[in-house]
């Protein structure tokens, strides 16, 4: 089953406006990471947050956690037609002896019109 | 570096049928994921191995199956194909993967796109 769900499910900015998208889960976590996806391709890692961070910057990329709400936003600024993509976050947990490997949400569809 | 591969890039295959998909990871890295990517279901985990041993399982039928080789290659199988297995397969490598809080990068590659008909 999902852990994250992602809001929006689809979003169309302008290009060179910010681009918002929340992702929000169940369980306790160790850390959540976003991914980027074109096209029903590969998954390109874009950045990680522990469970103990609240905020974390990466080039035009700024995502924040809030433990307390069990969420997290993905903030890209200044988008460009490139960033057209869809976008995942996923979390980790912890289950007895072993990990759960990456539960991911359903992802938001991200359009930058030129 | 060379990036993860995946073969076959696309697959047709009908009913009953069993499939093999491969995936090499990046030099190094021990650890390789599956994952499954349907319209329906999104993105499911469907194991981790490292080291040539399955360290997690994911919430999937016994017909899947998956191996890693000495050489960190690894195999998933898909026998008794239904037309819900239709998907992309995805496979991502990493140093350690998924391990408690040791958690690591997970680089994917383009996946293999099952049609199952």
């Known amino acids: 089953s999902q852990q994250g769900e992602e809001d929006p499910q689809a979003l169309s900015i302008q290009e060179g406006e910010n681009a918002t998208m929340n992702c929000s889960y169940k369980t306790s976590i160790n850390n959540l990471q976003w991914y980027r996806q074109n096209s029903g391709r590969g998954l390109v890692h874009l950045i990680l947050i522990r469970s103990n961070e609240r905020e974390k910057h990466s080039g035009r990329l700024r995502v924040t956690l809030d433990t307390s709400k069990k969420s997290s936003s993905l903030l890209i600024t200044a988008s460009r037609a490139a960033d057209t993509a869809s976008y995942f976050c996923?979390?980790?947990?912890?289950?007895?002896?072993?990990?759960?490997?990456?539960?991911f949400g359903k992802g938001t569809h991200l359009i930058i019109q030129p | 570096k060379a990036g993860v591969t995946q073969t076959p890039r696309y697959l047709i295959k009908t009913r009953g049928q069993q499939v093999t998909l491969s995936c090499s990871p990046i030099s190094g890295h021990r650890s390789v994921s599956w994952y499954q990517q349907t319209p329906g279901q999104g993105l499911q985990f469907l194991f981790e191995y490292f080291s040539e041993t399955q360290r997690n399982k994911g919430n999937f039928p016994g017909r899947f199956s998956g191996r890693q080789f000495s050489n960190s290659r690894s195999e998933m199988n898909v026998s008794t194909l239904e037309l819900g297995d239709s998907a992309l397969y995805l496979c991502a490598s990493s140093l350690f993967g998924v391990w408690g809080d040791r958690v690591n990068e997970q680089y994917f590659g383009p996946g293999t796109r099952l049609t199952v008909t």
């Open positions: 996923a979390t980790t947990g912890y289950s007895g002896g072993g990990a759960d490997g990456l539960t």
